[in-house]
């Protein structure tokens, strides 16, 4: 199996209650895909700390050694090139992503690794001078140490959004993995302690969210959480949070409307639609998992995405040729089952899928067939409710002004797509739409150099990008008299003398 153990001021270590736990293989559950060490709260402590002493004693220059920094993250960007083939198949064993998405995905984490590299020596601040000949410096700081919570849909490119700019921004660092995927988290911060990276910037404590994640989260040492994942738990923690003044970006789930105008390219629209729905298995935050669908190509747009649909093959994610894999765990299985479960008592229209798959191969995984309903009631349990699997609900919409309207009809505002050969009506329909990220004429697209975030209850904060930057900056403002007057004007309102 795969390991992971904890990471304190750059020694790896075993968890102080001696326990470890196990993950199971989600493709074939017989066999124990992961044993990791189970952190306690000392395990938690002790990272902190580390960071922490890191941060204040300003280890290795490392929060003006933009250069140490600089190189820091390239050299990560190369390694995760070098060990792309291990990296792909632990991330394909540990979440079930088939190799073809797990490949890509792994290039999308050197990606941003790149990208920040080249930010680091560019933190410039602001320089300005006042009619007094006084002069303001705002300079650009790190926040300080950052606690990192990670979600298992992503966890190379989940945990690269966060890393690279904090690392960039010259931060120090504690990551609490997700249990799912704790070997696939270690697998990159392995890589990154490969490089010149001073003792205890970045540390691990793999262990259960309610222990090692809470401790991250109370400790006064922790200057900022970057938290993504399920919108129910970054509610609580944001309060937490919110109770200390402490800073706190949340990238949380999704209900994403995909609006496909009677005009679209009907080919082109459909196989954009599919990935969306079902690349991952649906475990996606930014999936699509809501198909609204003018009246007039309805017909046509959902029989071409019922037949590219039909020829997924559902398989074990190692198999080359596998399109789609197993669900991540038994209770996402049962989540996704209840629903088809609701869809179908509600009577909407279960157009393909809809089953657990059994058989060979399928029988020891947690398959799921690939699920369309039709003529779903967006104010359902269907269109508002965030999955995670591969459910998707389609409904028709008359005009415009009904299509804005059922896409911002949820709690959610993570991604949308907009399909039309109308281009100012698309142009104005993105704009309507209360979504981080809107898509014309494409469907998934996250490129490094754009931003990943959302409205409403999606999270707050933005990942990617130079604003994916400043979320690790604290802006200091640092005022020089220039008038070198010992009894300044304002003075005389204290001072008669
Ligand atoms: P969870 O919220 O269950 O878990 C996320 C992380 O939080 C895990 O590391 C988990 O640890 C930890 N955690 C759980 N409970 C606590 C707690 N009480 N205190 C501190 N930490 C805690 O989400 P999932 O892992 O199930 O991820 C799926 C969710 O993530 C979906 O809702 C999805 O939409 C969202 N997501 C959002 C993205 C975005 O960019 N907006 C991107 C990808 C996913 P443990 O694993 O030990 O339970």
């Known amino acids: 199996p795969l390991y992971c153990p904890l990471v304190v001021d750059g020694v790896e270590g075993k968890a102080s209650s001696g326990r470890r736990f196990k993950r199971e293989n989600p493709a074939d559950i017989r066999q124990v895909g992961t044993v990791a060490e189970e952190g306690t709260q000392a395990d938690a402590r002790a ?20 250069k140490l920094r600089e190189q820091t993250l390239l050299r990560t960007a190369q390694l995760i090139r070098a060990n792309a083939d291990r990296l792909a198949r632990v991330v394909s064993l540990e979440v079930g992503m ?19 590299a080249g930010l680091a020596g560019k933190l410039y601040g602001e320089s300005f001078t006042l009619p007094s000949g006084s002069m303001i410096n ?31 921004a010259g931060c120090t ?21 490969e490089t010149s990276i001073p003792r205890g910037v970045l540390n691990l404590v793999p262990g259960p969210g309610n222990v090692v994640g809470a401790e991250i989260i109370a400790s006064k040492k922790v ?66 998992t809501r198909l609204l669908v003018q009246e007039g190509i309805h017909d046509r747009f959902l029989q071409r995405v019922v037949q590219l649909t039909q020829k997924i ?56 067939e690939p699920t369309i309903f039709d003529h ?42 907009v399909w039309s050969a109308d281009y100012p009506r698309a142009l104005r329909v993105a704009r309507r739409i209360r979504a981080g990220t809107v898509w014309i004429w494409d469907n998934y697209a996250q490129p490094v150099e754009g931003i990943w975030g959302g409205y409403k209850q999606s999270g707050m904060g933005r990942e990617l990008g130079y604003h994916g930057l400043n979320d690790f900056i604290e802006i200091k403002q640092i005022f020089t008299d220039g008038t070198g007057l010992a009894m300044k004007p304002p003075y005389g309102q204290v001072i008669k003398e």
């Open 313 to 368: 093959e559902v398989g074990p994610p190692s198999r080359p040729s596998t399109d789609m894999g197993p669900l991540i765990s038994q209770n996402q299985e049962r989540v996704v089952q209840e629903f088809i479960r609701y869809g179908v008592d509600k009577g909407f229209h279960l157009v393909t899928g809809g089953h657990k798959l059994e058989g060979d191969g399928w029988d020891h995984g947690y398959y799921v």
């Open 223 to 288: 200057d900022k959480i970057s938290f993504t994942g399920e919108t129910g738990t970054g509610k609580r923690i944001g309060a937490q949070a919110g109770m200390e003044v402490k800073r706190v970006s949340l990238e949380l789930g999704g209900k994403a409307p995909y609006v496909i105008f009677d005009d679209a390219e009907v080919d082109a629209a459909a196989r954009a639609a599919v990935f969306g729905m079902f690349r991952n298995a649906g475990q996606a935050c930014g999936a699509t």
């Open 47 to 66: 990272a902190i700390d580390a960071a922490r002493a890191a941060f204040d004693t300003n280890a290795g220059n490392w929060i003006y050694n933009y």
């Open 376 to 417: 779903v009631d967006n104010a359902s349990r269907l269109g508002q409710e965030e999955i995670f699997g591969p459910v998707v609900a389609v409904t028709t919409f008359r005009d415009e002004a009904e299509a804005v309207e059922l896409a911002n009809a949820v709690d959610f505002g993570l991604v949308a797509g």
């Open 138 to 168: 705002l300079v650009k700081e790190p926040v300080g140490v950052v606690g990192m919570i990670t979600p298992w849909n992503f966890p190379l490119t989940q945990t690269a959004r966060k890393v690279a700019p904090a690392l960039a």
């Open 173 to 193: 660092i504690v990551i609490k993995p997700a249990s799912y995927t704790p070997a696939a988290t270690y697998e990159l911060v392995k890589l990154i302690l």
């Open 98 to 116: 088939p190799m073809r998405q797990a490949v890509p995905h792994v290039g999308a984490a050197a990606d941003v690794f790149e990208f920040y």
